[in-house]
């Protein structure tokens, strides 16, 4: 199972919004859709998907948190064509964040939010060898802005088989931002890869929780030991979710709750749904407990 699942937010759009990124990838798939009922959202849709042989997720939950390029999905490319390709598929609705193109640092790239507001940064990556297609890159803006390094060094520290292999630094007056100190970093989490920027220029977004990611844990020791680590804000933790000292949201959740969620025994589901809606760190064994009706 991969331990670290990128999560979208969105109000209704969720299958939709993943039939379309498949449509776009080879290697991949639907996997699962499943509705949560009676959330504070009403029902919920919760959707499972592979992109590139890699796992995503999405929730349609409501209106309540929006898309912005704090954290976008970069992918590499392995032609012209295929950005080209790649680009007119997310333009259609979406908006032009940089022009499609030649840069200093890619030969052909463009940065692109689709149609459901999540940004994409497209690159050729020719003749280059690359062993994930689509990588989650975190933009350090705002408050965060310039805690990128400080950032990457906190989370290899915090899961195993991870490192940074990449820090490449703003030259003197290279960014508007007084606070942007690195321009690019890649950096690995339990083999996964994220890159990392700190943003060039003073902007009004930040990061928030319709980008989150997934911490799949095997036991309760796990769940416990991600969120001491991760929860630094006491009030955004609810259902799972924790917000760290960088604003960016987790969720810490139990594995077995992917074959929980499978079930076709809608007084099981009902059951173990009102047990999380009411937790915040989650207990592993109240929640088999509901499912199976104990």
């Not at 690195?182 to 950096?187: E, L, Q, S, T, V």
């Not at 930040?206 to 911490?215: D, G, M």
Request: glycine residues 4%; proline residues 3%; hydrophobic residues 40%.
């Amino acid at each position: 199972m991969q331990r670290i699942v990128p999560h979208l937010w969105y109000d209704k759009e969720a299958s939709d919004a993943a039939k379309f990124y498949v449509s776009l990838f080879d290697k991949s798939s639907l996997l699962s859709e499943t509705i949560l009922e009676d959330t504070p959202s009403g029902n919920a849709e919760v959707v499972t998907f592979e992109l590139a042989g890699q796992e995503f997720q999405a929730i349609s939950a409501g209106p309540y948190f929006k898309f912005n390029p704090s954290i976008s999905l970069m992918v590499a490319c392995e032609s012209i064509e295929e950005v080209n390709s790649k680009w007119e598929a997310l333009s259609k609705g979406g908006q032009e964040l940089m022009p499609l193109g030649e840069y200093p640092f890619c030969k052909w790239y463009g940065w692109i939010q689709d149609m459901y507001g999540l940004s994409w940064q497209l690159m050729l990556k020719e003749n280059e060898k690359t062993t994930q297609k689509i990588t989650p890159c975190f933009l350090f803006s705002k408050e965060s802005c310039g805690k990128a390094e400080e950032a990457m060094r906190y989370y290899t520290e915090i899961f195993e088989n991870s490192e940074i292999e990449t820090i490449s630094r703003y030259k003197e007056g290279e960014a508007k931002s007084s606070k942007a100190k690195i321009n690019y970093a890649a950096f690995k989490l339990e083999d996964i890869n994220f890159c990392a920027m700190d943003h060039g220029f003073d902007v009004d977004f930040t990061f928030n929780e319709a980008f989150s990611i997934i911490i799949n844990c095997e036991n309760q020791q796990e769940i416990d030991y991600f969120w001491s680590k991760l929860s630094a804000i006491p009030e955004a933790e609810e259902c799972g979710w924790v917000k760290d000292k960088f604003g960016v949201s987790w969720q810490v959740v139990p594995t077995i709750m992917k074959e929980m969620m499978k079930s076709a025994d809608r007084e099981k589901m009902k059951r173990v749904t009102e047990a999380f809606l009411k937790m915040k760190k989650f207990d592993l064994e109240i929640l088999k407990a509901a499912y199976e009706g104990e």
